[in-house]
């Protein structure tokens, strides 16, 4: 698929709200994407909190964990992501608190990308895989 074809993707991806899993593996992905990953995750994150937040300030508890309902886990494993996409999803993660695994096997990151996807991960305490074989 084209670059054009993943900004159409993207566009449904933002506001979907119950979409578990997303599986873009195996598409020849490049860092130019990256991007749009990145900003997915950090939807999908605004959204929750949003939700909890409005829920707080009326002193509720969500009924049946519906903040949670959304995005808990990504395969882009054998694309060709490189260390620009590695740092964008890392600064996204780094935010999330509701992502809990991300297949990045067989892309392109290099040392430096994993570093900081590392770091993402010893701030994010919820994110429990991250597989960058």
Not at 82 to 97: R, V
Request: overall charge neutral.
């Amino acid at each position: 698929m084209s670059i054009d074809c993943y900004e159409c993707l993207l566009k449904g991806l933002l506001t979907h709200e119950t979409i578990e899993y997303l599986d873009l593996s195996n598409n020849n992905l490049s860092d130019k994407c990256g991007n749009m990953i990145a900003r997915i995750i950090s939807r999908q994150s605004q959204r929750r909190d949003q939700f909890v937040w409005m829920l707080s300030l009326r002193n509720e508890k969500p009924l049946n964990n519906d903040f949670s309902k959304g995005l808990i886990s990504i395969n882009l494993a054998n694309n060709a992501f490189g260390s620009d996409s590695a740092e964008e999803l890392a600064n996204a993660l780094t935010l999330d608190c509701y992502i809990r695994n991300i297949n990045l096997m067989n892309n392109s990151v290099t040392e430096e990308g994993c570093k900081k996807l590392i770091k993402a991960l010893r701030k994010n305490t919820t994110l429990l895989n991250i597989d960058l074989r």
